[in-house]
T-cell receptor, first 114, second 114 residues
Framework: QQQVKQSPQSLIVQKGGISIINCAYE??????FPWYQQFPGKGPALLIA?????SEKKEGRFTISFNKSAKQFSLHIMDSQPGDSATYFC?????????????FGQGTILTVHP | ETGVTQSPTHLIKTRGQQVTLRCSSQ?????VSWYQQALGQGPQFIFQ???????GRGNFPPRFSGLQFPNYSSELNVNALELDDSALYLC?????????????FGPGTRLTVL
């Protein structure tokens, strides 16, 4: 019940295209859903995050769509650029006193071709 | 503002040895979380420290232990190293009391156990 399932494992997109990564969860106690971007040899960097009281959040070219009833959320990268090539992780955290206990998905390796 | 720093960058140990990894939290942050990231996987939560006490633990054996110091920096200690302990160890800092408790990751320590 603590798992977060992420798909696809890898994704190849042409420059200017839309990249879409999906995640699903089971634990209804999760109340915070961040996305992280990780480049080789670096730690994950927070990209964008959402709480379940909204269905969508947009920051620049990055949008999270959230479907509470389906227990799914997704990351959309508009106008994908070669510099977006990285591994992306969705994550989830329960509310209450479980501060910081992020559960991560398995990751998606995104390659954007020029 | 100084980000999260970790030391050392890389470390090679042999099975059965003990290792200590260090983390300095981002300026203004009072909470430190440790994660283990095996190759090709998402990070897995080890434990979190707040006010120098362990505050939540993932599914890791007691030979994984930690400390937090008054300046909020932290150490991760692993005893009796096993081959499966080879991974990237990530430290993340955050501010407890912040509504999102957003976590900011360091670059990690790459541990190889031979």
């Amino acid at each position: 019940q603590q798992q977060v399932k992420q798909s696809p494992q890898s994704l190849i997109v042409q420059k200017g295209g839309i990249s879409i990564i999906n995640c699903a969860y089971e634990n209804t106690a999760f109340d915070y859903f961040p996305w992280y971007q990780q480049f080789p040899g670096k730690g994950p960097a927070l990209l964008i995050a959402i709480r379940p009281d909204v269905s969508e959040k947009k920051e620049g070219r990055f949008t999270i769509s959230f479907n509470k009833s389906a227990k799914q959320f997704s990351l959309h990268i508009m106008d994908s650029q070669p510099g977006d090539s990285a591994t992306y992780f969705c994550a989830a955290r329960p509310g209450g006193t479980s501060y910081g206990k992020l559960t991560f998905g398995q990751g998606t390796i995104l390659t954007v071709h020029p | 503002e100084t980000g999260v720093t970790q030391s050392p960058t890389h470390l090679i140990k042999t099975r059965g040895q003990q290792v200590t990894l260090r983390c300095s939290s981002q300026s203004g942050h009072n909470t430190v979380s440790w994660y283990q990231q095996a190759l090709g996987q998402g990070p897995q939560f080890i434990f979190q420290y707040y006010r120098e006490e362990e505050n939540g633990r993932g599914n890791f054996p007691p030979r994984f232990s930690g400390l937090q110091f008054p300046n909020y920096s932290s150490e991760l200690n692993v005893n009796a190293l096993e081959l499966d302990d080879s991974a990237l160890y990530l430290c993340a800092s955050s501010t407890r009391g912040d509504s999102y408790n957003e976590q900011f990751f360091g670059p990690g320590t790459r541990l190889t156990v031979l």
